[in-house]
């Protein structure tokens, strides 16, 4: 038989039950109230100079300050988001910093950007960017490298925002020996914009829907190599530049502006424009005030105006294909500009000894050009046999006519795409000779043995 629990024994067990339930309700409380965050900042202050920082699948809501030599890395799309006015989410004040696969979202706006470096030997690789001002800069700083990077208006807000108020993708300033590489950039004012940069490397970038795709002002020795522009008002901007190299870059379909053009050059000199195309533009080559520039192996295709010059001299223009503009060339106060070699796809010329190169000089009549921009309907007869009949009769100041002395009969890359044809059908003739004589010698010389 069970005895009845002491009174006093009865109390400290009911007073006992009742601290175990508060423990447990109060565990529980605690438990479910996640820890505080340690903010990037101080994650970043505590790593040594140096040393890997990894960050986690999280969103940092701050901005930050990196002013010794770090990796900051992140493999599941660490967050940085700042919303803070005219400071950068991330300042790069010390050499030989690495930021790599992390999204950054710039909702401050103002004269700042997502990513501001003001060092050198620097790395930004993989980050995806979203920015309501400036994506990366850099200013004086040099042998910095971009590559593989996202920027991109913030979609929810970019419908907002007039052309004027955007800003740079990428903008440098003041900053040398940079290679901008492999970069993917969309809604910006311009897409790359150099000022007073020199020998900076821009290669295999796509820029779309921008003012200018790629845009140079006052540089020397850049190399804008294999870019990508479409739906720009230009592909390419390059003004006050001397010793550039445009090469292997593709500029299509800006035509939705007036001022549309593929290439723009103005007040270029010393420099070579080679193996671009320029294709389906209001205008392929703007070339004003330029003076000895070369263009070889260029495609210009498509477009309004294949080539303009306004008060431009000495420039030399060898092996480009011209098929399918509109108007082929215009010039305005120019003189002095060579055409030689090129294939203009509107001349009929005479190949009497089968050299694939005319007989008989181009001389790329003005007169559509003239009558079109008294009354733009005349574009509706381009090409028919009353306008071509037209131009026949049209020899008013033929010495202001633009004079390919020897153009070809055949597009410059069918007649390399036939040479290397030729060239490797002649090798293989010569290899199975070869092999045929090996076979022989082999042969005969066994026999002479037995």
Same mark, same amino acid.
């Given at each position: 038989?069970?005895?009845?629990?002491?009174?006093?024994? $009865?109390?400290?067990?009911?007073? *006992?039950?009742?601290?175990?339930?508060?423990?447990?309700?109060?565990?529980?409380? %605690?438990?479910?109230?996640?820890?505080?965050?340690?903010?990037?900042?101080?994650?970043?202050?505590?790593? &040594?100079?140096? =040393?890997?920082?990894?960050?986690?699948?999280?969103?940092?809501?701050?901005?930050?300050?990196?002013?010794?030599?770090?990796?900051?890395?992140?493999?599941?799309? $660490?967050?940085?988001?700042?919303?803070?006015?005219? #400071?950068?989410?991330?300042?790069?004040?010390?050499?030989?910093?690495?930021?790599? =696969?992390?999204?950054?979202?710039?909702?401050? #706006?103002?004269? @700042?950007?997502?990513?501001?470096?003001?060092?050198?030997?620097?790395?930004?690789?993989?980050?995806?960017?979203?920015?309501?001002?400036?994506?990366?800069?850099?200013?004086?700083?040099?042998?910095?490298?971009?590559?593989?990077?996202?920027?991109?208006?913030?979609?929810?807000?970019?419908?907002?925002?007039?052309?004027?108020?955007?800003?740079?993708?990428?903008?440098?300033?003041?900053?040398?020996?940079?290679?901008?590489?492999?970069?993917?950039?969309?809604?910006?004012?311009?897409?790359?914009?150099?000022?007073?940069?020199?020998?900076?490397?821009? /290669?295999?970038?796509?820029?779309?829907?921008?003012?200018?795709?790629?845009?140079?002002?006052?540089? /020397?020795? @850049?190399?804008?190599?294999?870019?990508?522009?479409? %739906?720009?008002?230009?592909? $390419?901007?390059?003004?006050?530049?001397?010793? $550039?190299?445009?090469? =292997?870059?593709?500029?299509?379909?800006?035509?939705?502006?007036?001022?549309?053009?593929?290439?723009?050059?103005?007040?270029?000199?010393?420099? #070579?424009?080679?193996?671009?195309?320029?294709?389906?533009? !209001?205008?392929?080559?703007?070339? /004003?005030?330029?003076?000895?520039?070369?263009?070889?192996?260029?495609?210009?295709?498509?477009?309004?105006?294949?080539?303009?010059?306004?008060?431009?001299?000495?420039?030399?223009? @060898?092996?480009?294909?011209?098929?399918?503009?509109?108007?082929?060339?215009?010039?305005?106060?120019?003189?002095?500009?060579?055409?030689?070699?090129?294939?203009?796809?509107?001349? #009929?010329?005479?190949?009497?000894?089968?050299?694939?190169?005319?007989?008989? &000089?181009?001389?790329?009549? &003005?007169?559509?050009? !003239?009558? @079109?921009?008294?009354?733009?309907?005349?574009?509706?007869?381009?090409?028919?046999?009353? +306008?071509?009949?037209?131009?026949? +009769?049209?020899?008013?100041?033929?010495?202001?006519?633009?004079?390919?002395?020897? &153009?070809?009969?055949?597009?410059?890359?069918?007649?390399?795409?036939?040479?290397?044809?030729?060239?490797?059908?002649?090798?293989?003739?010569?290899?199975?000779? *070869?092999?045929?004589?090996?076979?022989?010698?082999?042969?005969? *010389?066994?026999?002479?043995?037995?």
């Amino acid at each position: 038989m069970i005895k009845p629990l002491n009174k006093r024994v $009865a109390i400290h067990l009911c007073l *006992l039950m009742s601290l175990w339930g508060w423990g447990v309700a109060l565990n529980s409380a %605690f438990a479910a109230e996640p820890p505080s965050p340690v903010s990037l900042q101080q994650l970043i202050d505590a790593t &040594p100079a140096g =040393g890997i920082l990894k960050l986690p699948t999280v969103t940092y809501q701050e901005a930050v300050i990196v002013k010794k030599p770090i990796s900051i890395i992140s493999e599941s799309n $660490a967050t940085i988001v700042n919303k803070i006015e005219d #400071r950068p989410a991330i300042r790069i004040e010390a050499d030989n910093v690495l930021l790599k =696969g992390i999204s950054v979202v710039q909702e401050g #706006r103002g004269e @700042t950007s997502a990513v501001l470096l003001k060092s050198s030997h620097n790395i930004i690789d993989s980050l995806d960017i979203r920015t309501q001002s400036f994506g990366i800069q850099i200013q004086d700083g040099s042998y910095n490298e971009i590559k593989n990077t996202s920027i991109r208006r913030n979609a929810q807000e970019s419908g907002s925002y007039k052309l004027t108020q955007k800003r740079n993708g990428i903008d440098l300033f003041n900053a040398h020996d940079n290679v901008i590489i492999g970069n993917t950039i969309s809604s910006m004012f311009d897409g790359i914009y150099l000022e007073s940069s020199h020998r900076n490397r821009l /290669e295999n970038n796509r820029i779309d829907h921008s003012r200018y795709g790629v845009h140079c002002m006052y540089t /020397e020795g @850049t190399l804008v190599k294999g870019n990508t522009g479409m %739906f720009n008002i230009t592909g $390419a901007m390059v003004m006050g530049v001397k010793g $550039a190299e445009v090469s =292997g870059n593709t500029f299509i379909k800006q035509y939705e502006s007036v001022n549309s053009q593929g290439l723009l050059f103005f007040d270029v000199q010393g420099s #070579r424009i080679r193996n671009n195309k320029v294709e389906g533009n !209001r205008v392929g080559l703007y070339i /004003e005030q330029s003076h000895d520039n070369e263009f070889e192996n260029n495609e210009v295709s498509y477009n309004f105006v294949g080539v303009q010059f306004i008060e431009s001299e000495s420039n030399r223009f @060898t092996l480009n294909d011209f098929i399918g503009n509109v108007i082929e060339a215009q010039a305005t106060d120019s003189q002095n500009n060579s055409f030689s070699g090129n294939f203009w796809d509107a001349f #009929r010329g005479i190949d009497t000894n089968g050299d694939k190169i005319s007989e008989l &000089p181009y001389r790329i009549n &003005p007169f559509f050009q !003239r009558l @079109t921009s008294k009354n733009v309907a005349y574009q509706l007869f381009f090409q028919s046999p009353g +306008m071509q009949f037209l131009e026949s +009769m049209s020899v008013v100041k033929q010495s202001d006519w633009s004079i390919d002395r020897a &153009p070809l009969m055949k597009p410059v890359q069918l007649i390399r795409t036939n040479t290397d044809a030729h060239s490797s059908s002649t090798q293989l003739l010569v290899s199975t000779l *070869l092999l045929l004589l090996s076979v022989i010698t082999i042969y005969f *010389l066994g026999v002479k043995r037995r």
